[in-house]
């Protein structure tokens, strides 16, 4: 089992940037594939960004892409969001994921995959 905790969010500017974290305890983080999500008031939770277990592969949303970058850091048990050219309608709760699946190569962008998740934090962007 894992517990996730995340940090790093916050108030900025459109244009500006942040940097999501996630810290991990309990045992053998390097066996879960990572995942971040978020959920926009009134809507519901998305996609934002995955990895797999060694790092070596990721996904994105279309949303995002070109603008976050996820990473990990399996010595120090965390997960990376790194946010860039934000804009107002990156606006959400965001959550930190870890899917359990022993057979996953990759990530997966779906919710149903993934097993433990984070309490969530804040991101709001200003026009």
Do not use: H
Not at 86 to 108: H, I, M, W
């Amino acid at each position: 089992q894992v517990q996730l905790v995340e940090s790093g969010g916050g108030l900025v500017q459109a244009g500006g940037s942040l940097r999501l974290s996630c810290a991990a305890s309990g045992r053998s983080f390097r066996n879960y594939a990572m995942g971040w999500f978020r959920q926009a008031p009134g809507k519901e939770r998305e996609f934002v960004a995955g990895i797999s277990k060694s790092g070596g592969m990721t996904i994105y949303a279309d949303s995002v892409k070109g603008r976050f970058t996820i990473s990990r850091d399996n010595v120090k048990k965390m997960v990376l969001l790194q946010m860039n050219s934000l804009k107002p309608e990156d606006t959400a709760v965001y959550y930190c994921a870890a899917d359990d699946n022993p057979f996953r190569f990759s990530s997966s962008s779906s919710q149903k995959d993934y097993d433990y998740w984070g309490q969530g934090t804040q991101v709001t962007v200003s026009s």
